[in-house]
Nanobody, 119 residues
Framework: QVQLVESGGGLVQAGGSLRLSCAAS????????MGWYRQATGRQRDLVAD???????SYADSVKGRFTISRDNAKNTVYLQMNSLKPEDTAVYYC?????????????WGQGTQVTVSS
């Protein structure tokens, strides 16, 4: 069974910074994509950023230039550095890991961590 342990959420002021971490344990294949999604109250869960094991990244337009995703492959850990935070960033942030073995695809989710940005 795969477990994703998130940390780093909290309450910060607008303009501040926060760093989220997510460590994956269990049987995670070395070739995978790790990322962060967020879901504000009453809204759908949307991609914030993700990164492949090879280092390719994707970002939502709303966070480009402010957030940076990175990973440590040896630790199966993904990070999200969030700078210049805005109240609109307030949401529950979920860690995600996706992997595939041939035609078989797997997706795992963390429990979510609350990020609240005050104005």
């Amino acid at each position: 069974q795969v477990q994703l342990v998130e940390s780093g959420g909290g309450l910060v002021q607008a303009g501040g910074s926060l760093r989220l971490s997510c460590a994956a344990s269990g049987r995670i294949f070395s070739s995978n994509t790790m990322g962060w999604y967020r879901q504000a109250t009453g809204r759908q869960r949307d991609l914030v950023a993700d990164i492949t094991s090879g280092g390719s990244t994707s970002y939502a337009d709303s966070v480009k230039g402010r957030f940076t995703i990175s990973r440590d492959n040896a630790k199966n850990t993904v990070y999200l550095q969030m700078n210049s935070l805005k109240p609109e960033d307030t949401a529950v942030y979920y860690c995600n890991v996706r992997t595939a073995v041939g035609p078989l695809k797997y997706s795992y989710w963390g429990q979510g961590t609350q990020v609240t940005v005050s104005s």
